[in-house]
T-cell receptor, first 115, second 113 residues
Framework: DSGVTQTPKHLITATGQRVTLRCSPR?????VYWYQQSLDQGLQFLIQ???????AKGNILERFSAQQFPDLHSELNLSSLELGDSALYFC??????????????FGQGTRLTVV | DAKTTQPNSMESNEEEPVHLPCNHS???????IHWYRQLPSQGPEYVIH???SNVNNRMASLAIAEDRKSSTLILHRATLRDAAVYYC??????????????FGTGTRLTIIP
């Protein structure tokens, strides 16, 4: 158990809909990272938050947004869903900014299926 | 992002040592070398990391070349549970938000019983 909790584990929704994925980081971890893993793209970095503020952005679509709340949990919002958004979405947390000398801990992921 | 190069796949016999290579010729002096693995249907899992010296932990050993342009992850006695995709990643300085983990395609390790 990594200590990172993601909910829900599975989500099936229709095209055009909006969903919210939730991540609770390990206790005390201030950084949260979101990744998307699809069959043809591998693990793609989406966005990072540190202590409530956006820290880095990757290949995140404009239809996607995220935030980190004062209790440090994070939510990834996906809207106007398309079939191609079907993927595993992982959240990771690590202890602090400047964390190149520490490990990141990943949740078990949310499997999103858009039909 | 600094690039790493790994073989697409490797096979090893159960209970034998496994050496997983990684090339990172553009590594900078402050980059840490991280290894993660992803078992089927699971999130990535931290294995080990290092800067210059060789490192050991309960899961594996990391051998880093003297010029730091390559490294090798060593699983001392592979089990079937070690079958996974192994990723070698350079983790950079936190300035400009660069400490994110950038995953390549990794090495798919198959363990033969």
């Amino acid at each position: 158990d990594s200590g990172v909790t993601q909910t829900p584990k599975h989500l099936i929704t229709a095209t055009g809909q909006r969903v919210t994925l939730r991540c609770s980081p390990r206790s005390g971890d201030l950084s949260v990272y979101w990744y998307q893993q699809s069959l043809d793209q591998g693990l793609q970095f989406l966005i990072q938050y540190y202590n409530g503020e956006e820290r880095a952005k990757g290949n995140i679509l404009e239809r996607f947004s995220a935030q980190q709340f004062p209790d440090l949990h994070s939510e990834l919002n996906l809207s106007s869903l398309e079939l191609g958004d079907s993927a595993l979405y992982f959240c990771a947390s690590s202890a602090q900014q400047g964390a190149r000398n520490t490990e990141a801990f990943f949740g078990q992921g949310t499997r999103l299926t858009v039909v | 992002d600094a690039k790493t190069t790994q073989p697409n796949s490797m096979e090893s016999n159960e209970e034998e040592p496994v050496h997983l290579p990684c090339n990172h010729s553009t590594i900078s002096g402050t980059d840490y070398i991280h290894w993660y693995r992803q078992l089927p249907s699971q999130g990535p899992e931290y294995v080990i990391h290092g800067l210059t010296s060789n490192v050991n932990n309960r899961m594996a050993s990391l051998a880093i070349a003297e010029d730091r342009k390559s490294s090798t992850l060593i699983l001392h006695r592979a089990t079937l549970r070690d079958a996974a995709v192994y990723y070698c990643i350079l983790r950079r300085d936190s300035n400009f938000g660069n400490e994110k983990l950038t995953f390549g395609t990794g090495t798919r390790l198959t363990i033969i019983p």
